[in-house]
């Protein structure tokens, strides 16, 4: 048999432990991710015009992350026009907490200084960014990026076939979404509004 | 023999019309060039790529053979190819138009591929093309220069500290 005052904290045990249980139950989720983005994606660092940039340089926010090449006519901006439609239909706040950064698989013509003007132009703060072939290697398989770059003089026209994915990143720094060519800003645009407060 | 190779050479040529019609079309109205525009690319890229539809209202099909433009050398039309979340470009000459039906050329699919740029592309400017057809036609067709990027008066750099009012306008181009 209980004493009076156990009992009271008996109750208001109880009565703490429904409340926790009630407001854990309502209170917003952070979006599932998909069990097999778990095996991609991870932190890197490449060379853009001002420095050596990191993907955690940006934790806190969400980034999209384009792998391509600038000598793309089709594909790269498309995707990249996406990327840049998306952020621009989220509001000014919203904005503030995405960074886009495009990456280029072809170092043998683009540089971290052409790369610059060429990002800018899809979203004003996309970051184009860089590296030597062995690094973009090791980054690419991280990311799971198939792709091939001939092995052809700069100015032969070549074209560099590429997986093409938009990645989604969290805040965390994990691969939380990765969208194709079918996808649409308002798929992209919906997917950033979960991860953003 | 030779008659046999005579033979053999008229049907050769008889298969190959099948395909791309030669027979000249007194009708210049029969092949419609619709939808047709440039994407603008980011300034000083030497590459872009223009899309356009080519409707064939004739009751043969036809041949699209090449295309000429002032503003690239030798554009190409390149088929974009997605092969398990890879995508890659593949040359693409010869592309039927069958009788009274179309052929799209949009982002993601087929598109022409300007390379080398003569000149640089300006919002709104009209571009020249002739397209060369299998039976000896020329169509020439205007394509403007598109900027594809939407909502541009919404940008909102993060280098933007300062509050900027905007006037809340969205412009669509």
Redesign the interface.
């Known amino acids: 048999m209980l004493g009076g005052s156990r009992k009271i904290f008996v109750i208001v045990g109880v009565l703490a432990l429904l409340i926790a249980v009630a407001v854990a139950w309502q209170w917003p989720r952070q979006p599932e991710i998909p069990s097999y983005l778990n095996q991609l994606g991870g932190d890197f660092e490449l060379q853009s015009v001002n420095g050596k940039v990191r993907l955690s340089d940006f934790q806190g926010k969400v980034a999209l992350v384009y792998f391509g090449y600038?000598?793309?006519?089709?594909?790269c901006?498309?995707a990249l026009?996406l990327i840049?439609?998306t952020i621009?239909?989220l509001d000014?706040e919203q904005?503030?907490q995405v960074?886009s950064l495009f990456i280029s698989l072809d170092p043998r013509r683009d540089t971290p200084e052409?790369l610059k003007?060429?990002a800018a132009?899809?979203?004003?703060?996309m970051l184009g960014l860089t590296d030597s072939p062995k690094h973009l290697q090791t980054v690419a398989d991280l990311w799971r990026v198939?792709?091939h770059v001939p092995d052809e003089p700069a100015d032969s026209?070549y074209?560099v076939?590429?997986?093409?994915?938009i990645y989604l990143v969290n805040p965390a720094g994990k691969v939380a979404a990765l969208f194709?060519?079918r996808a649409s800003?308002n798929d992209i645009a919906a997917a950033i509004v979960q991860w953003l407060d | 023999m030779q008659r046999f190779a005579h033979f053999t050479s008229i049907l050769g040529i008889l298969i190959i019309s099948g395909f791309c019609g030669v027979s000249a079309q007194a009708n210049d109205d029969d092949l419609a060039i619709t939808n047709g525009l440039i994407?603008l690319?980011?300034?000083?890229?030497?590459?872009?790529?223009a899309y356009l539809d080519i409707e064939n209202h004739r009751n043969t099909d036809v041949c699209l053979m090449s295309i000429t433009t002032d503003i690239a050398a030798l554009p190409m039309i390149?088929q974009?190819i997605?092969d398990n979340?890879?995508?890659?470009?593949r040359e693409t000459t010869q592309l039927t138009i069958p009788a009274h039906g179309s052929l799209q050329l949009q982002?993601?699919g087929m598109?022409i591929?300007?390379?080398?740029l003569e000149q640089p592309l300006l919002v709104d400017e009209d571009i020249y093309f002739n397209l060369h057809f299998s039976d000896g036609t020329t169509k020439s067709t205007v394509l403007k220069v598109k900027d594809?990027?939407?909502?541009?008066d919404?940008?909102?750099?993060?280098?933007d500290r300062s509050s900027h009012f905007h006037d809340g306008m969205v412009h669509q181009h």
């Open positions: 600038a000598h793309c006519p089709d594909i901006p498309s026009t840049g439609n621009r239909q000014s904005q503030q960074q052409s003007g060429y132009f899809f979203q004003a703060d198939d792709y026209n074209a076939a590429h997986s093409n994915f194709d060519e800003n | 994407r690319p980011p300034p000083g890229s030497q590459t872009a790529a390149h974009t997605h979340g890879k995508s890659s470009m982002p993601g598109h591929m300007l390379m080398n594809m990027r939407e909502n541009m919404a940008t909102h750099s993060n280098m």
